[in-house]
C-alpha cells in the first residue's frame, strides 16, 4: 500500500470505529423492536464501505487493529442500547438536600 493513502485510510478506520458504535446501538433497537430495519441497514452499509475502504490494499496492521477497534466499537454500542438510562428525578432538582 503506497504511504500517500495512509492518512486517508486512517480518516476512513477512524469513520469505522464511529460508525460501529452507532451500527450497535441500532442492532440493540432493532432486536427490541424499537427501530426500523432501513436504520439498521443504513449503519450497516457505512461501517461495510468504510470497513471495505480500509482493508482494500489488503489486511496490514492498520487494517487489522480498525476491524478490531471496531468489533469493540459494535459491542459498546450494543451494551449501552441495553442498558436502561438514569431517571430524570426533577423534584432533586428543585429541592436541592442542604
Excluded: K, N
Excluded at 426500523?36 to 482493508?55: D, N, P, Y
Amino acid at each position: 500500500m503506497p504511504a500517500t493513502l495512509t492518512p486517508l485510510r486512517v480518516l476512513l478506520g477512524a469513520l469505522c470505529i464511529f460508525f460501529s458504535y452507532f451500527f450497535g446501538r441500532s442492532l440493540g433497537a432493532r432486536l427490541e423492536g424499537r427501530t426500523s430495519i432501513g436504520l439498521f441497514m443504513h449503519w450497516l452499509f457505512r461501517v461495510f464501505v468504510t470497513a471495505f475502504g480500509v482493508t482494500w490494499g489488503g489486511l496490514d496492521r492498520l487494517a487489522v487493529a480498525t476491524l478490531c477497534l471496531a468489533a469493540l466499537s459494535a459491542g459498546l454500542g450494543f451494551y449501552a442500547q441495553q442498558r436502561p438510562a438514569p431517571r430524570d428525578d426533577p423534584q432533586s432538582r428543585i429541592f436541592p438536600e442542604s
